[in-house]
């Protein structure tokens, strides 16, 4: 059994490191990396990715900017459908929800849509 054969064992086993043992021996001895090096390494830097995004989207900041910018955007189509200012704050506040489970209302939902228009004449909003 070679290295590269005990390694892809390990790996099979769950051993993260494995493959990265395997990629180093294989740059060491100038050999071509086997696929599933390449295919552990790759799963195990999306895992990476995945897990990194979830701690992001955990935070109270970007759950109150996406919700944020859910009461923006259903505000603006309320007054593409020619409802006023404070109706539009209303009926946005009744439909979108809150992540916190608070209550929306009309001033809340203009003091949201206010800081996603803030942000977007700065150019900090995409």
Known sequence: M???DYYKKKCKAGDRGAAYIALGLCR???KTI????????EIDGLERYVQDWKKKVETPRYRQAQQD???YLTVLDFRA??????KSYE?????VGTWDGTELNAERAKNA???V???EKSGKLV
């Open 91 to 95: 009926k946005a506040a009744r439909i």
């Open 81 to 86: 459908q020619g409802l006023t200012w404070d």
């Open 2 to 4: 070679t290295d590269l």
């Open 113 to 115: 849509y206010i800081r």
């Open 28 to 30: 060491r001895a100038k």
């Open 117 to 119: 228009r803030r942000l």
């Open 34 to 41: 086997p696929m599933w090096v390449l295919d552990a390494i």
């Open 69 to 71: 910018r859910s009461v």
